[in-house]
């Protein structure tokens, strides 16, 4: 059974620019959830989707944003990129609301 | 916010002891989950809670959800140097609710000595 799918593993961006990350859930899985996770402030939640309807979102700005697919696809989009915005971007997802299965996340470097 | 409270922040052990670690939390949670993270990985469940009081085991882990909720620890048997990584506690609230999101603690760094 394949795991949840995380591309790309690595990105570099430059200050300014945007960024798209892609997640693709485990076969059956309706809830994606996004982490971003960096040394000093740890896993922070971002977002979370089920049935292509978001139903929780963290205490991120609004250059973070997200959408679902109806095959439970999601990616998320960072805008106008900042330095502080590098950090590990982690996908989970899960069949309804708990026992989340994380993806190996995608690394994102703002220069 | 809600924040969790793990300890402690690193643990160095030599192979066959025993650890453990907890999360604090100012608040409830209806859920308790503990999750391993190897360097370049994604974090891994390894036992989820979700009754007060319950004490769950998986091989050598054992975790309880307080009877309080607002707190959980994790216990690791002989330890083996596969043990080595990040430890992590996350809460969720959900349970009729919206708030589905896992809120983590900072983590626990094992490192176990041959």
């Known amino acids: 059974k394949a795991g949840v799918t995380q591309t790309p593993r690595y990105l570099i961006k430059t200050r300014g620019q945007q960024v798209t990350l892609s997640c693709s859930p485990i076969?059956?899985?309706?809830?994606v959830s996004w982490y971003q996770q960096t040394p000093g402030q740890g896993l922070q939640f971002l977002f979370e989707?089920?049935?292509?309807?978001?139903?929780n979102k963290g205490n991120f700005p609004g250059r973070f944003s997200g959408r679902q697919f109806s095959n439970s696809r999601s990616e998320m989009n960072v805008s106008t990129l900042e330095l502080g915005d590098s950090a590990l971007y982690l996908c989970?997802?899960?069949?309804?609301?708990?026992?989340?299965?994380f993806g190996s996340g995608t690394r994102l470097t703002v220069v | 916010g809600q924040q969790l409270n793990q300890s402690p922040q690193s643990m160095f052990i030599q192979e066959g002891e025993d650890v453990s670690m907890n999360c604090t939390s100012s608040?409830?949670?209806?859920?308790w989950l503990w999750y391993k993270q190897d360097p370049g990985e994604g974090p891994v469940l390894l036992i989820a809670?979700?009754?007060?009081?319950e004490l769950t085991s998986n091989g050598r882990l054992t975790a309880q959800f307080g009877i309080t909720r607002k707190d959980s620890f994790l216990n690791i048997s002989a330890s083996i140097p596969s043990d080595v990584g990040i430890y992590f506690c996350?809460?969720?609230?959900?349970?009729?609710?919206?708030?589905?999101?896992?809120?983590f603690g900072k983590g626990t760094l094992l490192t176990v000595n041959p």
């Open positions: 989970a997802s899960s069949p309804t609301t708990d026992g989340y299965t």
């Open positions: 076969s059956g899985h309706r809830s």
């Open positions: 989707y089920f049935s292509e309807t978001q139903r």
């Open positions: 608040s409830i949670f209806n859920t």
């Open positions: 809670l979700y009754k007060a009081g």
């Open positions: 996350a809460g969720q609230l959900g349970s009729g609710g919206s708030n589905y999101k896992l809120t």
